[in-house]
């Protein structure tokens, strides 16, 4: 059989065209969120509209999905999701049937790898590009596409040769404010490779649009930070510093902040310890059943972390530009919300200008785009 799989790699579905893979639903219609999501090892939330005010699900967006891994927003509100099996990107919008776009190939018989991370890039308004993150016959890459208002084409290829695995494949991308493009990598099961500055595996890489390392990147290629097992969320906050979610082994689960050219201990140390120089975690999660952390957005120095094996929501308070934190590995104020009750949470990212949440759920058959407010 074949390592390659030839999928459609783009339906165009309008949240009222009446697709099967895509329905729009009013509040009223949405799933109930929990009452009691338990408590955890910061504290508990309600995951409802009452008790603490956390996050509370207000409509179901899209569902009957297949492994919705990745949202990409639009500057015209719409959407990009990736399916990580099916090799699909659909186009969440108003209006218009379901249409296709040229196929890609994308490897599917690996545990984690697929088509993985979209992000629009920051001037998609007026050149279309879109940036996607996935897994092909030898390696990982980062490629660029054109939308031309109705479909993706023009593929071409900005960073090659990222190894890939059954696991640990990353996957994120996010455009930061200084117009490069930040790159989530894992460590492809190679250890000792996260620390080896010279490959592209257990990284947090910065590069330029058409893939060349960025200007003042920290060793003059591609690597931005290093000593990681496998970074699966990017985002900043509203001073500017840049926040990094990363599964541990079978304990540790972090929330990291970035420095350009730091480590980050892989394999060597896990958590809020450091060694031989090491940037120690800024928040730690003990025990992955309670996190596993995938996708991170923040919105108002608040982190929101979505997690796979823990089926959960966390919502950190950041510390303060300036700190981070008092060392002990534990922020102060953390609470989880909708534990167990939309499987494993693949995505979050804040819907544009809004207090909003979109949430990608992995729920075998019925995978789902919940919009979330906060």
């Not at 999928?7 to 799933?31: D, E, H, M, V, Y």
């Not at 599917?108 to 998609?124: K, Q, V």
Request: aromatic share 6%; proline share 7%; charged share 20%.
């Amino acid at each position: 059989m074949p390592a390659l799989a030839r999928r459609t790699f783009l339906a165009l579905l309008g949240a009222s065209g009446g697709a099967a893979a895509l329905a729009a639903c009013t509040p009223s219609n949405a799933p109930n969120p929990p009452t009691n999501p338990g408590s955890g090892a910061a504290g508990s939330g309600t995951g409802g509209p009452g008790g603490d005010g956390g996050p509370r699900v207000t409509r179901t967006v899209a569902e009957r999905l297949s492994t919705p891994w990745s949202i990409a927003f639009l500057p015209d509100g719409s959407a990009f999701v990736s399916e990580r099996d099916s090799g699909r990107i659909l186009r969440l919008g108003a209006g218009g049937d379901p249409r296709e776009a040229a196929p890609i190939a994308v490897r599917t018989d690996t545990s984690e790898g697929g088509l993985l991370g979209l992000e629009a890039a920051p001037d998609f308004a007026s050149s279309g590009t879109l940036y996607a993150y996935y897994t092909a016959e030898r390696s990982n890459r980062v490629v660029s596409l054109h939308w031309d208002g109705s479909s993706l084409g023009g593929e071409r290829v900005l960073v090659d040769g990222i190894p890939e695995a059954p696991i640990h494949n990353g996957g994120r991308i996010k455009a930061g404010r200084d117009g490069f493009l930040y790159i989530g990598t894992g460590d492809a099961t190679n250890r000792s490779s996260s620390q080896d500055r010279a490959s592209l595996d257990g990284k947090v890489l910065r590069v330029a649009s058409d893939g060349a390392p960025a200007d003042g990147n920290p060793f003059g290629n591609r690597v931005f930070t290093y000593g990681h097992r496998n970074v699966q969320g990017l985002a900043w906050d509203s001073s500017g510093r840049l926040w990094a979610s990363e599964l541990g082994p079978d304990r540790d689960d972090e929330l990291n902040l970035l420095q350009a050219g730091s480590q980050y201990g892989w394999p060597s140390v896990t958590g809020a310890r450091s060694s031989n120089g090491s940037v120690p975690a800024v928040h730690v999660w003990p025990s992955t059943a309670d996190a596993s952390p995938s996708a991170l957005a923040i919105v108002d120095d608040v982190a929101y972390v979505a997690c796979l094996r823990g089926e959960r929501l966390w919502r950190l308070p950041l510390p303060a530009a300036g700190s981070t934190g008092d060392g002990s590995g534990q922020l102060p104020g953390a609470t989880e919300h909708f534990r167990g009750q939309y499987g494993r949470l693949r995505d979050v990212v804040q819907v544009p200008g809004q207090r909003e949440l979109w949430i990608a759920t992995n729920e075998g058959s019925n995978s789902r785009i919940l919009a979330v407010a906060i």
